[in-house]
């Protein structure tokens, strides 16, 4: 089969329009902020989102997945349960640029999961670049020069969790079809989410419940434009375009919700950006890539 070109200029336009689209995402879901609890609001993206996996049903039932198999698909819905719960939670406390920021920090996770959980060898310059990232988000948190909110805990707690998430998406990707292994995400996420939003759950006006349906349909095509993106070019070029989704956290906070422009968040998130692209153009130079790009631990 011959192999496709590479097309940096597309795969850079998708990525862009990536970045706007899961910005967006963010936004809708700061826009609700604390009129629907975070667990509630998680719950009904996904419930509402669930139109979007019929055409995966037929794939999920032809895998017939084994007990292991469905014992991992259930601790990664577990994880990114909690961590959708948490990223929600962030969303209704601190700035979009803070959020966005420290999502740059799930790749950094998973490289060291990768090495520490599955073996993956972190050579001295990689080790290098995770460490700069770190850096990276203790100048956006600064511990004791700016009052920290629990907000950023979560997000940190959030790209954790959704490092787990993604390292047993990699396992089991070499098992099963993507279509199963994003099929059961929803199906798993949905239905650990339904205790967490029994528990704190509120009437909710039909504005909300559209505004939460925007927010599936953006994270939807969010992920088919990155799908478009990766099949355009390699990560190498494409990484260091999500930093985009940097610059419009900062305007749509700025322009929609009156948030400040914390420069040392911006200087942060860039150090942690450039961390990740360093990874991923060390990965595609062994040929393993196994970091994903900062989008594709979200849903």
Request: hydrophobic residues 60%; proline residues 5%; positive net charge.
């Given at each position: 089969?011959?192999?496709?070109?590479?097309r940096?200029?597309a795969?850079?336009?998708?990525?862009?329009?990536?970045?706007?689209l899961?910005?967006?995402?963010?936004?809708?879901?700061k826009?609700?902020?604390?009129?629907?609890?975070?667990?509630q609001?998680?719950?009904?993206?996904?419930?509402?989102?669930?139109?979007?996996?019929?055409?995966m049903?037929?794939?999920?039932?032809?895998?017939?997945?084994?007990?292991?198999?469905?014992?991992?698909?259930?601790?990664?819905?577990?994880?990114?349960?909690?961590?959708?719960?948490?990223?929600?939670?962030?969303?209704?406390r601190?700035?979009?640029a803070?959020?966005?920021?420290?999502?740059?920090?799930?790749?950094?996770?998973?490289?060291?999961?990768?090495?520490?959980?599955?073996?993956?060898?972190?050579?001295?310059?990689?080790?290098?670049?995770?460490?700069?990232?770190?850096?990276?988000?203790?100048?956006?948190?600064?511990?004791?020069?700016?009052?920290?909110?629990?907000?950023?805990?979560?997000?940190?707690?959030?790209?954790?969790l959704?490092?787990?998430?993604?390292?047993?998406?990699?396992?089991?990707?070499?098992?099963?079809?993507?279509?199963?292994?994003?099929?059961?995400?929803?199906?798993?996420?949905?239905?650990?989410?339904?205790?967490?939003?029994?528990?704190?759950?509120?009437?909710?006006?039909?504005?909300n419940?559209?505004v939460?349906?925007?927010?599936?349909?953006?994270?939807?095509?969010?992920?088919?434009?990155?799908?478009?993106?990766?099949?355009?070019?390699p990560?190498?070029?494409?990484?260091?375009?999500?930093?985009?989704?940097?610059?419009?956290?900062?305007?749509?906070?700025?322009?929609?919700f009156?948030?400040?422009i914390?420069?040392?968040?911006?200087?942060?998130?860039?150090?942690?950006?450039?961390?990740?692209s360093?990874?991923?153009?060390?990965?595609?130079?062994?040929?393993?890539?196994?970091?994903?790009?900062?989008h594709?631990?979200?849903?």
């Amino acid at each position: 089969m011959a192999v496709q070109p590479s097309r940096p200029v597309a795969g850079i336009l998708w990525m862009a329009l990536t970045g706007f689209l899961f910005v967006c995402v963010t936004a809708l879901v700061k826009y609700i902020g604390d009129a629907v609890p975070a667990a509630q609001s998680a719950f009904l993206r996904y419930v509402l989102g669930l139109v979007f996996l019929l055409p995966m049903i037929r794939p999920i039932l032809a895998a017939r997945l084994t007990r292991r198999q469905v014992w991992l698909f259930s601790i990664r819905g577990v994880a990114h349960a909690l961590a959708v719960i948490l990223w929600f939670f962030a969303m209704a406390r601190i700035p979009l640029a803070d959020v966005t920021a420290m999502n740059y920090l799930n790749p950094v996770y998973v490289s060291l999961g990768a090495a520490l959980f599955m073996g993956e060898r972190l050579p001295f310059r990689r080790l290098l670049a995770v460490l700069a990232a770190l850096i990276g988000a203790l100048i956006i948190l600064r511990p004791g020069l700016r009052e920290l909110d629990t907000g950023h805990f979560a997000m940190l707690a959030t790209a954790m969790l959704f490092a787990v998430g993604y390292l047993l998406a990699k396992q089991l990707s070499g098992e099963v079809t993507p279509a199963v292994v994003v099929g059961m995400l929803s199906i798993t996420v949905t239905i650990c989410l339904a205790p967490f939003a029994a528990a704190v759950w509120v009437p909710v006006s039909l504005a909300n419940i559209g505004v939460l349906f925007l927010v599936a349909c953006f994270a939807t095509a969010g992920h088919y434009t990155m799908t478009l993106a990766f099949a355009a070019a390699p990560l190498t070029v494409t990484q260091p375009v999500t930093f985009l989704q940097l610059v419009w956290a900062v305007l749509l906070g700025y322009f929609a919700f009156s948030e400040s422009i914390d420069g040392w968040v911006i200087l942060g998130g860039a150090v942690i950006m450039a961390s990740v692209s360093f990874i991923t153009w060390r990965e595609a130079r062994a040929r393993r890539i196994i970091t994903p790009a900062v989008h594709s631990t979200k849903s």
